[in-house]
């Protein structure tokens, strides 16, 4: 428990002091909000690794997903971990750090480091909480594009992301056409389905319902709504694996007992997991934050600013796309990618598909997929070649 406390406290020092850079805009660049609101002193917690060419041509930048960080390749300074995408970003890897240099920032709304509700708010010292404006996939791509600006680099190689970082990437290619090279959206959607509002939406009450989430003012009151987060947390890890990748791991297999106890106890190794998984994660993440971030998640839906017609965003697009699905990703469908690809086809955009067996479910992005790396690293040998990328 002292361990797991040291990590909370490691996580609270991180959203207004982040170990990594950091860019500070002042009221004189507010970030301007789908919802009419403004953030008048924005911060933007980042990490770069590579070297940017005197051209720069080579910058890629790599958006995260919900529960992700921009600690892509580096030791996390919060959970000691290394990077949630060090197997395919490195030197030698296929996202090549001796020839590329790669950008990636915390979102607007999260907790390490980028103004989020758990930031301390300007106008009284005090947590945003939920006086932070509700933040859009939008929101966050303006927020990057402002940093992207700030690293002098006017066109990006590649953007690159998976599930809500595969969001951001298609945003990128609607909003700067004129920015992004090429673009890889992977296990990722062109709009929220009602599935998944719904199990977003269950997070959020069991966020809300808890007495400890005060309203949303609970780090004033030194508490915070670890049971409900912890909930939220285990449902939602269902929907990032499959039905094979469950069995394949756990099966009916009991957690170290010989028999049932006839009790609420976690008989199960699947239960004792999903509450480990549900303890190390409120350690550190903020509740706020998750209710932001899946909230921008549900009012993604690209088609419905181009008149319901999601041709109509990537007219013009001038990037290749290569948009990748897994067999077993019943959280991002295969059929949702295929939409995508089709909507790029309509706007006669250059866009490849590669759809992976795996049985890894929605995280297969995240874990050990030789044919992810072998399409991600021939995708942006392309693109370099294309662009004169030595």
Known sequence: ????????????????????????????????????????????????????????????????????????????????????????????????????????????????????????????????????????????????????DHLGVDRLLSVIGGSMGGMQVLQ???????????????????????????????????????????????????????????????????TYLSESALHRKFGRNLQDREAPTFSFDADFQVESYLRHQGVSFVERFDANSYLYLTRAMDYFDLAADYGGLLSAAFKGATARFCVVSFTSDWLFPTSDSRAIVHALNAAAASVSFVEIESDKGHDAFLLDEPELFATTRGFLNAAATARGVA
Not at 108 to 127: E, F, K, V, W, Y
Not at 199 to 223: C, I, K, N, S, T
Request: aromatic share 6%.
């Open 1 to 148: 428990m002292a361990a797991l406390n040291s990590i909370a406290q490691s996580a609270r020092s991180e959203v207004d002091d982040p170990s990594s850079l950091l860019l500070k805009l002042g009221p004189e660049q507010p970030l301007r909000m789908d919802s009419g609101a403004e953030i008048n002193r924005l911060q933007i917690a980042y990490q770069t690794y590579g070297a940017l060419n005197p051209a720069k041509s080579n910058a890629i930048l790599i958006c995260h997903a919900l529960t992700g960080d921009q600690h892509v390749a580096n030791v996390n300074p919060v959970t000691g971990k290394l990077g949630w995408w060090e197997t395919m970003i490195g030197p030698g890897k296929p996202i090549d750090t001796d020839r590329f240099f790669i950008i990636c920032s915390n979102v607007i709304g999260a907790c390490m480091g980028s103004t989020g509700p758990a930031s301390t708010n300007p106008a009284h010292g005090r947590p945003y909480a939920l006086d932070l404006p509700v933040v859009t996939i939008r929101d966050m791509v303006r927020a990057q594009a402002m940093l992207v």
């Open 172 to 238: 990128w290619a609607a909003s700067y056409p004129d920015r992004v090279f090429s673009a890889m959206p992977i296990a990722t959607g062109a709009r929220h389905s009602a599935q998944n509002i719904a199990f977003h939406e269950v997070g959020r009450q069991a966020v809300m319902a808890d007495p400890d989430w005060r309203r949303g003012r609970y780090l004033d009151a030194g508490v915070r709504p670890a049971k409900g987060l912890a909930v939220a947390r285990m449902a939602a890890h269902i």
